[in-house]
């Protein structure tokens, strides 16, 4: 059993920076592919980041390559999302996710594990 908890969210201006955390329990954590989702209101739950367990991979989704990056710490069992060049469509409540294999890694189906979310709030 894993489990997550995010943190890092928040209000910020359109242009500005959010990093959010995302702890982990458990001996195992640098087995897992962490991903990260989020979730507008009124949209479905979608794809933003991932990053293998050995951080040799990692995905964007297009709208967030080169303004977000993603990367962890398997010492302290923490994924991050680094934020950029925030844009009020990037509002949305984010979660990550854990998957034990490294394969259909940006379908949210797939994930076992999964945080409780946190809120980013971007302001035109």
């Known amino acids: 059993q894993v489990q997550l908890v995010e943190s890092g969210g928040g209000l910020v201006q359109a242009g500005g920076s959010l990093r959010l955390s995302c702890a982990a329990s458990?001996?195992?954590?640098?087995?897992?592919?962490m991903g990260w989702f989020r979730q507008a209101p009124g949209k479905e739950r979608e794809f933003v980041a991932v990053?293998?367990?050995?951080?040799?991979?990692?995905y964007y989704t297009d709208s967030v390559k080169g303004r977000f990056t993603i990367s962890r710490d398997n010492a302290k069992n923490t994924v991050y999302l680094q934020m950029n060049t925030l844009k009020p469509e990037d509002t949305a409540i984010y979660y990550c996710a854990a998957k034990i294999f490294w394969l259909d890694v940006r379908d949210m189906s797939r994930y076992d594990y999964w945080g409780q979310g946190t809120q980013v709030t971007v302001s035109s």
């Open positions: 990053i293998s367990g050995s951080t040799a991979s990692s």
């Open positions: 458990g001996r195992t954590f640098s087995s897992f592919a």
